[in-house]
């Protein structure tokens, strides 16, 4: 038998369940994945939530595993059983001891990566793939404003933007949070709300501001980010951690200096295969290089995803966390 993480309507954390499931088969272009470690999203409580809605319920949860190969569909090429393979897009389902992938989704894992570790790493390491090196490339030395710099993409963010010779300031929501940006590359940090974060990057800044704030933050944060741009700067708003920006005056932009702001996903960069390998390949380079490692904080048995998702909404979690089968 197989079992999962599943719930049959929004709300809380207390809505997840932990079921027993037959061992799914299997289709055409698919492959049938054995699940060794699983990573942990803040978009996973939006899913759970309702404010990304899923096409039915009950539902699965999950977008981020590792694991090995058990079986193939009808028509899949270039993979054979047990190989180890990752991957973070496509349909959800990875809360689960077993799960079918469509086959287009799936990256063999390099020798040099265990399953925890591309667990932790793939959809975050390919989000700050695409923020830094699609949506704004700043350049060497350049300032650049990060929310959540301690958290698991925002750890990620500091090692790169370090390896791109890029001054990123993480906001923080604590001294222990802001050591951790820091000892993981970040030039500055800001512990914000305590310190007023647009002062702090004028101050850093020397008065000219930043040109692209990295914003994962949403309803909170939103005309924070904007005081904090120089004239003509981006606002990357690439996440919902306070709730989602709504009833926005296009006018601000325009009163606080011509600014631009974007929203973008990473399903949208990787719905290519070659989107997806382009992202991955730069990636895993970066691992092989030496210039960044994923930091693992916490790790709960995939039947308390519950108690996951607690934490991890009620800020008590560092870099990356998994949920293990």
């Known amino acids: 038998m197989n079992h999962r993480i599943e719930f049959s309507h929004n709300g809380g954390p207390d809505v997840l369940r932990w079921v027993e499931c037959p061992v799914p088969a299997p289709g055409p272009g698919e492959l049938l994945i054995r699940q060794r470690a699983i990573g942990l999203n803040f978009v996973d409580t939006y899913v759970r939530s309702g404010l990304y809605p899923v096409a039915a319920l009950p539902a699965c949860l999950g977008s981020e595993a590792a694991g090995t190969v ?5 028509g899949v090429e270039g993979y054979a059983v047990g190989d180890r393979v990752a991957y973070a897009d496509g349909p959800p389902g990875a809360y689960a001891e077993l799960r079918t992938l469509p086959a287009r989704h799936a990256l ?5 990566i265990d399953f925890e570790t591309a667990a932790a790493l793939l959809l ?3 989000t700050v793939q695409y923020l830094l090196q699609r949506t704004y490339r700043p350049r060497r030395d350049e300032i650049v404003l990060w929310y959540a710099a301690a958290g698991g993409v925002g750890l990620l963010a500091c090692q790169w933007a370090q390896a791109l010779g890029v001054r990123l300031i993480g906001v923080v929501g604590s001294d222990a949070k802001a050591a951790q940006a820091r000892a993981a590359g970040a030039w500055a940090t800001v512990v914000w709300p305590r310190e007023n974060l647009p002062a702090r990057v004028c101050e850093l800044s020397q008065g000219a501001m930043v040109k692209v704030v990295y914003d994962s933050v949403g309803r909170d944060s939103f005309e924070t980010s904007l005081d904090c741009l120089a004239p003509f700067g981006l606002l990357v708003s690439f996440g919902n951690a306070s709730g989602p920006v709504t009833g926005v005056d296009l006018g601000i932009l325009a009163r606080k200096g011509s600014l631009y702001v974007t929203r973008p996903t990473l399903h949208t960069h990787v719905a290519t295969r070659a989107g997806l390998e382009q992202g991955a390949a730069a990636l895993f380079a970066q691992i092989a290089s030496g210039a960044m490692r994923v930091h693992i ?4 048995p995939l039947a308390e995803a519950a108690a996951a998702h607690r934490a991890l ?8 966390s998994l949920l293990l089968p």
């Not at 063999?108 to 040099?112: S, T």
């Not at 904080?297 to 709960?300: D, F, I, L, M, S």
């Not at 909404?313 to 990356?320: F, I, L, S, W």
């Open 124 to 126: 975050k390491g390919l």
């Open 313 to 320: 909404e009620a800020r008590q979690t560092t870099g990356a």
């Open 70 to 74: 058990q079986a193939l569909g009808a």
């Open 297 to 300: 904080g916490q790790r709960w």
């Open 108 to 112: 063999r894992l390099p020798d040099a």
